[in-house]
């Protein structure tokens, strides 16, 4: 049977694509539901406070960075996205004056302008808002040395160079309303993917890379980041891929429902625990590793229930 034709963007894949049983027992799931899909490689996590989900989410990188040795750089892979956890990750290593000399962090994903990526004076600047709410406000004689700091690039090779010989203990992510991690949205509808997305085998095959943004993608962006004005928000981005992904050993996404909805938290929960994997939702390819964390504010969790405002 033909895949069904995207309700939200017609000329490309995503997770509207998808059958309706799928869609309607995601949509029946109650909290607890969520909680008792965790499985060996896949655990669900709520956290009743945002003070008690931030200050976890900080701590991972306080947990990866605490294993670096000159014999074992060790490093963290971060979003811009959430960010609330930025400032509280350089106050624990001022206070707990953790030596960062052998860490080494990833970003995840930067914005595409004619064909470069954007200079940190931009706005939007993924780099600039890391620097500006973590790296600069760690002490000097505590932080990491600027070249075991990797943002993307559009020549990519350095950054996925800047993987080997390092181990990445997580990876940190969100989940946008298009059910992507970092960048990694699902393809347009067109040549060899004009009847189908990408198999996951082919998907997973994919590196660091630049990629255009689903408009959907484009639209929360500006919602979230620039006042709505969509116009303003680049239609391409580099993002780490998949490849990079299995090279760290545990994936954390963290969601307080600001990124995504009720409904979208709830999908990709089901398809990662029942090991559904389907490209036209991103996030869902995370049931083939290993090691996946999804973290949740519980009182973002809210219901699929009809009700008006």
């Not at 347009?188 to 408009?215: C, F, M």
Request: hydrophobic residues 40%; negative net charge.
């Amino acid at each position: 049977m033909a895949r069904k034709q995207s309700i939200l963007a017609p000329d490309w894949w995503d997770f509207t694509t998808l059958d309706d049983e799928i869609l309607n027992d995601a949509a029946g799931l109650t909290a607890e539901d969520m909680l008792a899909l965790s499985r060996d490689g896949f655990d669900v996590v709520f956290y009743d406070t945002l003070e008690d989900f931030y200050l976890a989410e900080a701590l991972e990188y306080i947990t990866a960075w605490k294993q670096a040795t000159p014999d074992n750089p060790v490093g963290i892979c971060g979003p811009i996205g959430p960010t609330e956890q930025l400032p509280l990750i350089a106050r624990l290593v001022n206070a707990l004056e953790l030596d960062l000399g052998h860490a080494h962090f990833w970003g995840m994903d930067e914005w595409v302008l004619d064909g470069k990526e954007v200079p940190e004076s931009h706005p939007l600047s993924f780099a600039k808002a890391d620097r500006e709410l973590c790296f600069h406000r760690i002490e000097p004689r505590l932080r990491m040395p600027d070249s075991n700091i990797h943002f993307p690039k559009a020549d990519t090779s350095a950054y996925i160079k800047s993987w080997e010989g390092v181990r990445c203990a997580v990876m940190q992510g969100g989940q946008g309303d298009i059910k992507h991690w970092a960048f990694n949205d699902p393809v347009r509808r067109e040549g060899p993917y004009a009847d189908a997305p990408p198999t996951p085998e082919e998907y997973r095959k994919l590196t660091t890379r630049v990629v255009d943004l689903h408009p959907v993608t484009v639209m929360q962006n500006a919602r979230t980041s620039g006042g709505g004005v969509v116009t303003g928000v680049p239609s391409q981005a580099i993002t780490v891929g998949p490849v990079q992904t299995w090279q760290a050993e545990k994936v954390s996404i963290w969601q307080a429902g600001t990124h995504d909805n009720p409904f979208g938290m709830r999908l990709t929960t089901l398809m990662i625990g029942k090991r559904i994997a389907d490209s036209a939702v991103p996030m869902s390819l995370l049931a083939g590793h290993p090691s996946v964390q999804f973290n949740f504010y519980r009182p973002a969790i809210g219901t699929c229930a009809a009700e008006m405002h």
